[in-house]
T-cell receptor, first 112, second 114 residues
């Protein structure tokens, strides 16, 4: 079965601290992997994507993610969180059709 | 290019009424997707088009739901005889039909069935 698991529903970090959001996937073919961010009542904005090649990918807003095939994981990281990063984060997996399977999301709260 | 546009942004309707949402994709994008997102959940795939052809429909898309993309440009999603369980955010996305391309999402239409 194709699925995405984001084990952490809520995460709270202090401003300036590092962040790691976990994502595990199950997909029958070669996966395309994505992280999206969503602010309340808004659509989804792409943070970064992995199709092939270098397993460490850089995205917007200082985010990066590492694809680990052996662990079926695509964790999102940021070295220093800003208050404006508070939002909901979604990991997604897809293939050649572009259809995406999303995880449940992780809500990030940033403490001043 | 203003990105993916969805109208209306919000819709409140009474149970049993029909509603229709519109999505205008990025102009050169030939693929268009519809997703539904309920509170506290990730988006769930409903259907997608390549040009005017509807290539896949989810089991979530009951026979009360119909989507069209008549000229391969904008798309409409209609829900007939709405139920309270249809209350959700309906998201549209578009992409190119090539490898290694991502989908761009609209702001969504928030449907509330009362």
């Amino acid at each position: 079965a194709q699925s995405v698991t984001q084990p952490d529903i809520h995460i709270t970090v202090s401003e300036g601290a590092s962040l790691e959001l976990r994502c595990n996937y199950s997909y029958g073919a070669t996966p395309y992997l994505f992280w999206y961010v969503q602010s309340p009542g808004q659509g989804l904005q792409l943070l970064l994507k992995y199709f092939s090649g270098d397993t460490l990918v850089q995205g917007i807003k200082g985010f990066e993610a590492e694809f680990k095939r052996s662990q079926s994981s695509f964790n999102l990281r940021k070295p220093s969180v800003h208050w404006s990063d508070a939002a909901e984060y979604f990991c997604a997996v897809g293939g050649n059709t572009g259809k995406l399977i999303f995880g449940q999301g992780t809500t990030l709260q940033v403490k001043p | 290019d203003t990105g993916v546009s969805q109208n209306p942004r919000h819709k409140i309707t009474k149970r049993g009424q029909n509603v229709t949402f519109r999505c205008d994709p990025i102009s050169e994008h030939n693929r268009l997707y519809w997703y539904r997102q309920t509170l506290g959940q990730g988006p769930e795939f409903l259907t997608y088009f390549q040009n005017e052809a509807q290539l896949e429909k989810s089991r979530l898309l009951s026979d009360r739901f119909s989507a069209e993309r008549p000229k391969g440009s904008f798309s409409t999603l209609e829900i007939q005889r709405t139920e309270q369980g249809d209350s959700a955010m309906y998201l549209c996305a578009s992409s190119l039909a090539t490898d290694n391309t991502e989908a761009f999402f609209g702001q969504g239409t928030r449907l509330t069935v009362v």
